[in-house]
């Protein structure tokens, strides 16, 4: 719904429609974070450097006007996409495949949060290992500062910010590796560590990785 503090396109157009809700500077950005799962106010800030904390706010409170977002907790107040708030995930994915292959523009500060790598990382390895083809299915629970990321490794690759459920094996890397892997293309040996279980899951999203390295750096 349009508000006088609001601009739209009026267009009659689905894109139009859809910037409408999220075509404001920092929304989709939100949206990454919270596709990596609920998160609290603290944590979203974390992982946006830069916004304005009346600004989270203000977004936060639209996309939950727009039914895109959800509160929940009470004092300990976590955010959360609705149903149709997570229907964006394959737009955003999309998305930052195409980014990728763009490069950064400019002076690009690495991401700061194991939450904010979740999608990047989904949308970047998932889509080399949907053209791999590779059939065999792993789940590997990563551990990046302190945090966990679960990775479902199938068709393609899906990533959140919580526990595995019954991994096949446990990895560890940082936030800064994963960065210098995302901005220009850095990766050895030591970007993924093997801590323990099937060596088989941990080395095929070594491999993923690996991957999108030489893809970032042929487009250089």
Known sequence: MASEDRKTYGQMCALAMALDRVGDRWTMLIM???LGGPARFSELKEGLPGIATNLLTTRLRRLELDGLVRRSGGYNTTYSLTTIGSGIRSALHELGQWGFNLGPMGDAAPLTSARSLAMPLQSILGSI??????????VVELEVDGSLIELILADGLTATARPAVDADSRARSTVAKISAL???AEHNAATVEHVDGDEAATAA????????AQMATAQV
Do not use: I, N, P, V
């Open 32 to 34: 990454r974070e919270l």
């Open 129 to 138: 290992r949907a053209e791999m083809g590779d059939a065999e299915h792993f």
């Open 182 to 184: 995302l901005l220009s």
């Open 205 to 212: 999203l070594s491999e993923l990785m690996a991957t999108a």
